[in-house]
């Protein structure tokens, strides 16, 4: 099986811009989990989706919002990027919420 | 609030075994991970309990106490790759993942 899948794995933007990222799960995995990490903070949870349905939700502004497609693919989006946004974004993947969470490789935004 | 509390940062020896300790407290338990990153990589998940006691795999192995809200992960047999982050997380009554900041284990020769 390809594991989880996350584009792009680099980005730069600029302060104001939005962006979006994409995560592809493991085949058969519904529940697709998004986690922020940096150098100082670890890893902070945004989102998870679970069949399309958002379960549950992080500490994040409203900049932050996800969604989930009917098969399965997520996509993140920050709007009105901040310096502080720059991170590694982590997508997971589980075939249920209570199951060990598959990783992708992450996306590092940087916001100049 | 909920709360994972495990040691910043160890270091231990080549060979040797080393015990990295997890306590918790959260809204309801429905299982405890461990998973370890390496530097610049993603996590990958080591180990699952959800019921008291040791769960051994390999040289690696894993023990929960509910009643104390308590977990360690036990690393035997040190090798230099095992250097990286240990994460610890639970599972809440909401079936949340709820993450400790990590323990960044440091193995010298």
């Known amino acids: 099986k390809a594991g989880v899948t996350q584009t792009p794995r680099y980005l730069i933007k600029t302060r104001g811009q939005q962006v979006t990222l994409s995560c592809s799960p493991i085949s058969g995995h519904r529940s697709v989990s998004w986690y922020q990490q940096t150098p100082g903070q670890g890893l902070q949870f945004l989102f998870e989706?679970?069949?399309?349905?958002?379960?549950n939700k992080g500490n994040f502004p409203g900049r932050f919002s996800g969604r989930q497609f009917s098969n399965s693919r997520s996509e993140m989006n920050v709007s009105t990027l901040e310096l502080g946004d720059s991170a590694l974004y982590l997508c997971a993947s589980s075939e249920r919420p209570d199951a060990p969470l598959h990783f992708g490789n992450g996306t590092r935004l940087t916001v100049t | 609030g909920q709360n994972i509390d495990q040691p910043t940062e160890m270091t231990a020896t080549e060979g040797a075994i080393v015990q990295i300790n997890c306590t918790y407290q959260t809204s309801g338990f429905n299982g405890l991970f461990w998973y370890q990153q390496h530097a610049g990589e993603a996590p990958t998940f080591l180990s699952y309990?959800?019921l008291d006691g040791l769960e051994e795999k390999g040289r690696f192995s894993s023990f929960l106490s509910r009643s104390k809200g308590y977990s360690y992960l036990l690393l035997k047999e040190l090798q230099m790759k095992d250097s990286a982050s240990y994460l610890c997380?639970?599972?809440?009554?909401?079936?949340?993942?709820?993450w400790g900041a990590g323990t960044k284990l440091i193995i010298k020769p």
């Open positions: 309990n959800v």
């Open positions: 989706y679970f069949s399309e349905t958002q379960r």
């Open positions: 997380a639970v599972v809440d009554s909401n079936y949340q993942l709820i």
